[in-house]
T-cell receptor, first 113, second 113 residues
Framework: AQSVSQHNHHVILSEAASLELGCNYS??????LFWYVQYPGQHLQLLLK??????LVKGIKGFEAEFIKSKFSFNLRKPSVQWSDTAEYFC???????????FGKGTKLSVKP | NAGVTQTPKFRVLKTGQSMTLLCAQD?????MYWYRQDPGMGLRLIHY???????AKGEVPDGYNVSRLKKQNFLLGLESAAPSQTSVYFC????????????FGDGTRLSIL
């Protein structure tokens, strides 16, 4: 079965530190990849998405992600985090012909001011 | 600019009681989804619908029923609530095109005593 793995359950950083959150998926065919963010007490919001083309995609709020097909990975990065980035981050995948998203279990990010 | 609206936001039920969660979207989306979010589990798909009058099972459908009588509404029913159904429930909608993101509601926090 298709699965999505997020390796870090909880990441704690100080402001201005660099961030990289890992995401790996198990499906070998064409995939569409998403990162969502959930701020405390709020609903999920789309950060960025990848469908095709340039494997380095840029999203909102300075986030970017790199799709590495050979590694089945779609890691999320930000050069310098802010306290306001404290949230839970979810990686999600759907197959090329299937609309349903498979979500990872999420990574909670805490940024210390 | 409502997007996806969920009703109610909070509810406490006793074991064995029934209730219906309502999801309404004003974006004319074809696809609608119900997820549950539990700590450390990410989001898991309960049921989904690819159009008015259609429904399908997701990853964790047991104990839930759904209906999509109108395109803009997607109802999630619990016929006989169990403590294991204590969770936060999110509704989402999308155009149905696989490379388009899902839009989420604010969630319903449901506690079953």
């Amino acid at each position: 079965a298709q699965s999505v793995s997020q390796h870090n359950h909880h990441v704690i950083l100080s402001e201005a530190a660099s961030l990289e959150l890992g995401c790996n998926y198990s499906y070998g065919g064409t995939v569409n990849l998403f990162w969502y963010v959930q701020y405390p007490g709020q609903h999920l919001q789309l950060l960025l998405k990848y469908f095709s083309g340039d494997p380095l995609v840029k999203g909102i709020k300075g986030f970017e992600a790199e799709f590495i097909k050979s590694k089945f990975s779609f890691n999320l990065r930000k050069p310098s985090v802010q306290w306001s980035d404290t949230a839970e981050y979810f990686c999600a995948v759907n197959r090329g012909s299937q609309g349903n998203l498979i979500f990872g279990k999420g990574t909670k990010l805490s940024v210390k001011p | 600019n409502a997007g996806v609206t969920q009703t109610p936001k909070f509810r406490v039920l006793k074991t064995g009681q029934s209730m219906t969660l309502l999801c309404a979207q004003d974006m004319n989306h074809e696809y609608m989804y119900w997820y549950r979010q539990d700590p450390g589990m990410g989001l898991r798909l309960i049921h989904y619908s690819v159009g008015e009058g259609t429904t399908a099972k997701g990853e964790v459908p047991d104990g839930y029923n759904v209906s999509r009588l109108k395109k803009q509404n997607f109802l999630l029913g619990l016929e006989s609530a169990a403590p294991s159904q204590t969770s936060v429930y999110f509704c989402a909608s999308s155009t149905g095109t696989v490379n388009q993101p899902q839009h989420f509601g604010d969630g319903t926090r449901l506690s079953i005593l």
